[in-house]
């Protein structure tokens, strides 16, 4: 199971600056995903690793899809700070 990342869309981005912002300093831990979530990553790096080990990096401007289920681990390298949303 991995996340879409790609670039949003113009609606998205307006879209997005209603939904509420999640920080978080640079720092490590596990989550699982208990329903779909989708981001507006604003500031930071990040790279998750999921149960297959495979890693995907984010940042500034990438439109972010965890899918529900999925097992991962962050690993904030710069203070993120993004829009979020959960659900479909």
Known sequence: ???E??????????EAQSWPI????ASE???EYDEQETCLILDG????????????DFGPG???VFPQGLHCTW???KDVRKHYRFGE
Do not use: A, H, L, S
């Open 1 to 3: 199971m991995k996340p």
């Open 5 to 14: 990342i790609r670039k949003p869309t113009d609606q998205e981005k307006r």
């Open 22 to 25: 999640w920080t978080k300093e």
């Open 29 to 31: 831990f596990p989550y």
């Open 45 to 56: 790096q990040v790279t998750i690793t999921n149960e297959e080990g495979k890693k995907f």
């Open 62 to 64: 990438d439109w972010v």
């Open 75 to 77: 690993k904030i390298r």
